[in-house]
């Protein structure tokens, strides 16, 4: 009976640790597969026209003659938005209008002159062209559609009078029979409200398809490129047929969501069919192709995090953890060395101890505002620099930030290289730190190695550490370790907290993720290696 | 023997592990180019005195000494003695084989690099010398880059001794270099004890008293940190003076 309960016992034990194995593969995989999933999104997706436009002009990528065929293409269906838009917004803008009419009046009288008419004859037709204008104007400015009528056909009673007949003031007359056509669909007392609306629509279809071409190239790189990817476009495509407003029924009540087809605030207008235009033509409009943009991880980002790749990222991540092990490697090894030599007994080394434990545990931001205190403000002016973050500071943060990971880390591996070897290397009359360098280090090297692991990982993907102590989010690559420089994982957290940011390019901040999180899988990949050979080594084979 | 002047001398020596005795009150002479074996149950100190020889218990914290003990007339716990001229002189091997984790020859290699050897031919030429020296260099010489932890037990204890060889001490000291090795291997180590006395002063801890009668010239008996007797081996064997030895080599011992 009792063997029969500790097989039982036994076999459950086996399975428990089987199971909890399997969890944790499971874990790994529920958080790992769907972040790498979707960091690949950055690499691999479906490109607009506008993606293979920018990758020409900002990285002269691609095939010119294929893109310039596919632009013509598209823009057969892109001008007739362009075209409806601008003809409804002439409508309802009557400042513009009015401003039409102005100009008009001014070149009609420089025609006069042009033509020797003067006296009487140039009063009359001055003034009776000023009269026609300031209907015009009149007209513009009114919703009543009664009086625009009866005031239009005032005008164009002039139309046919032989004083005007082949003058510029005919301009007049087609921009009264212009008006007061496209009018007839148009509610004109809404005329404020379709502007606004308009404006609204218009930007979004600038996000979506890029700047109007026939508007001068904007400044900002962003600006002059639409949506360079499907799920983009689609997301965009959304917010153009889709009004969402918050409203609330009475005060006091929670504000709720409703959401609206964009096409009815233009309904009856001209507008209006255009929705359903670019819902159907979105294909035509923006050429989508797959695209495999490998390119990712050796491009600089062009501007900010909107195009481009992560490059700059990639570097200073690397950097920046190198450099905090340079720091990191000699102070934690030699402070084990004093640590493990020592007997545990001694109050200094016990306060120590301690001191390293608490240090261990202490919120990383924290060591953040220690090394904006400590390193940017007292040590780089002390030591003559200019009181700015930059890479030197930062790593030097992130090696106070490690520094017990890798101290408990190499004392383990200290303490645990056999005391025979010590004995043997003293008996043959070397010195402690002969000892130590040529027997103690190599032996205990697996240990360390294990430590350096655990502190890349950790300094890699540290971010309030490095927040105020040497990270940017956008500027050059820098030059020297007395600059600050970019990294994935304040590159990533910068996406985040840019509100709009994240939502126009999640997959960057994916992209920046999964890269944080390959470059720390190489890095240990490479530590591992590294350990398997020298432990190899030391057991003989 | 004793027209020999003494190379390790100890007169009242006494050794603390803090409050704790480890020996006391040791006088005896140990002749150059012999083998002096000490024998003794577990405990009884024959571990502490060898390894107060070349100062090697320093490592422990708390240790006092009383008394004097000799090296080639040099006190060792003098507070001038230079730790790694005695160590270079007094060579030791331990119980367990204990190679560094390097190369063959690198471990033969490591305490003349200590004094400053840094010719590869005359390097080559020390460890061939010495692994010669330690009977191993016909079973290594074609894999002297090989790590010293692939070869077997009994191997890596030559290597051992050829790497304690090589600094060319006057006294060797083995604290139970068999104990760990199998009877071949054993058997071995003891040819070689036996070779090398020609020229080394050896002094060997053993709990093997068939080893003891087969490889030494004068044995110590010490019992509970006292020598309770030291003459040549055979005398201690077949003839001890005290009752305490007799009881001990005959295995009554309690």
Partial sequence: MRFFIRHITDKIFTILTVLSVIMLVAILAVILVPMLRKGLSAIVFNGTIEFRKMQLDLFSRGDIDELKNEDIRSRLYRNKIYETIESFKQNIDSETLSDKAGVIYRNFGKELQRKNIKGAEYQKLRSLSRELRDKLQAV????????????????????????????????????????ASDIEHIDLSRRQQYAASLKELENIITKLLGPNPSLPVPALKMDRYGATRRDIAEKLLNRLLWLEQWQQDSPGKPMKRVITP?????AGTEIEPLFNYIREN????????PAFYWQYFIDDSTPGHYFGGVWPEILGTVFLTLAAMIFVFPIGIISAAYLAQCQSDNLIIKIIRMAINTLAGVPSIVFGLFGLAFFVLYLMPLFGGPSKPCILTAALTLAVLTLPVM?????????????????????LG??????????????????????????????????????????????????????PTRTLSYG?????????????????????????????FCLNIAAIIMRAKISRKLKGH | MSDKKAIIKSENFCFYYGSKIGVKNISMEIYPKSVTAIIGPSGCGKSTFLRSINRINDLIANIKTKGVLLVKGHNVYDKNTNLVNLRQQVGMVFQKPNPFPKSIFDNVAYGPRLQGVKKRSYLQQIVEEKLKAAALWGEVKDELNKSALALSGGQQQRLCIARALATNPDILLMDEPCSALDPIATGKI???????????????????????????????????????EYDSTVKIFRNPAKKQTEDYVTGRFG
Avoid: W
């Fill in chain 1, 140 to 179: 513009f400015k009114s919703s009543d559609k009664k009086f625009i009528q009866e005031n239009i056909s005032d005008v164009l009673k002039f139309k046919n009078d032989i004083a005007f007949k082949d003058t510029s003031i005919d301009g007049l007359f087609v921009l009264a029979e212009d008006f």
């Fill in chain 1, 407 to 427: 101290i408990r880390a190499s004392e383990e591996a200290i303490r645990s290289v056999p005391q025979s070897y010590v004995e043997a290397s003293l008996g």
């Fill in chain 1, 430 to 483: 070397a010195g402690k730190l002969t000892t130590f360098i040529s027997v103690i280090l190599p032996a205990a090297m697996p240990g360390i190695l294990t430590g350096i692991i655990l502190s890349v990982s950790r300094v890699a993907g540290e971010t309030a550490p490095i927040l105020f102590t040497g990270a940017i989010a956008f500027g050059p690559t820098p030059k020297s370790i007395f600059d």
């Fill in chain 1, 282 to 289: 979105l294909d035509e409009i923006l050429v989508f192709k």
């Fill in chain 1, 262 to 266: 964009r096409a009815e605030l233009f």
């Fill in chain 1, 492 to 520: 990533s957290y910068d996406i985040a907290i840019g509100d709009k940011l994240a939502a126009l390019v999640p997959h960057n901040q994916y992209g920046m993720v999964a890269t944080l999180i390959m470059l720390v």
């Fill in chain 2, 190 to 228: 003891e040819d070689l004890i036996d070779k090398l006395q020609t020229d080394y002063t050896i002094v060997i801890v053993t709990h093997n008293m068939q080893q003891a009668a087969r490889v030494s010239e004068r044995t110590a008996f010490f019992c509970l940190g006292e020598l309770i």
